[in-house]
Structure formats: structure tokens, C-alpha cells
């Protein structure tokens, strides 16, 4: 069965960073986009961040342009969301997915086209 499990988060003052990792079992990562998406209290489950399936196209909402980072590693089968400059608006769990739905493997920004999901990490930034 196909699982995605992410590692990283933490407890982290403003300004700092971290990194976050995605990990994969029974499914192969290059064949797929794979996105980022975060979870704040109260609030619905965004995407922040997408990947295509070799790692040479991403997108980024505004909200982090220019802080955060994602990579990937296809002969690892892991992905990876590097945050700095962090903000206490970034608080909430962060959860990586595959993009089962999305043409050739481009990024993707649109939620429906992502089809796994892990368990997710919290991130909490403190001010």
C-alpha cells in the first residue's frame, strides 16, 4: 500500500528555518508532481508549494515565494520543503502529496489533482 510520511517539523521562532521532509513507500516519486500543502488551526487545508516530476519546474503560492524552497530526490524517493524567513502564519500541520491526477507530472496548485497524502508534520512559529 502506497504511503507518504513526512518528518522535520518542530518549534521554531520567527525568522527561523526548517526542513521538511517526504518520504515514499510503494509508489515511485518520478512519476508523479508532488505538492505541499498546510493545515493552520481553524482554517482549511491549503496548498503552498508543487513540484514537477523531475524537479526542474516548481510553484509557489505568494504567501511563500521567496522563503521556501521544495526539492526532490528521485533516487531517494523523497521530496523536501526547505522554509526560512519563517512567520507565525505559517503555523499548522504540513503534508506532502502526490499528484496522481496531474498531466506529465507538471506542478500543480489545484488540491483535486493530488491523490495521496501523509499524515503530516506541525510546524509551530513562534514571535
Known amino acids: 500500500q502506497a504511503q507518504l510520511a513526512e518528518s522535520g517539523g518542530g518549534l521554531v521562532q520567527a525568522g527561523g528555518s526548517l526542513r521538511l521532509s517526504c518520504a515514499a513507500s510503494?509508489?515511485?516519486?518520478?512519476?508523479?508532481?508532488m505538492g505541499w500543502f498546510r493545515q493552520a488551526p481553524g482554517k482549511e487545508r491549503e496548498i503552498v508549494a508543487s513540484?514537477?516530476?523531475?524537479?526542474?519546474?516548481?510553484e509557489y503560492v505568494d504567501s511563500v515565494k521567496g522563503r521556501f524552497t521544495t526539492s526532490r530526490d528521485n533516487a531517494k524517493n523523497e521530496a523536501y520543503l526547505q522554509m526560512n524567513s519563517l512567520r507565525p502564519e505559517d503555523t499548522g500541520v504540513y503534508y506532502c502529496?502526490?499528484?496522481?491526477?496531474?498531466?506529465?507530472?507538471?506542478?500543480?496548485?489545484?488540491?483535486?489533482?493530488?491523490?495521496?497524502w501523509g499524515h503530516g508534520t506541525r510546524v509551530t512559529v513562534t514571535s
Open positions: 513540484i514537477n516530476w523531475s524537479g526542474t519546474w516548481t
Open positions: 510503494g509508489r515511485i516519486l518520478s512519476s508523479y508532481a
Open positions: 502529496a502526490t499528484a496522481g491526477n496531474s498531466d506529465h507530472g507538471d506542478p500543480t496548485l489545484f488540491e483535486h489533482e493530488y491523490d495521496l
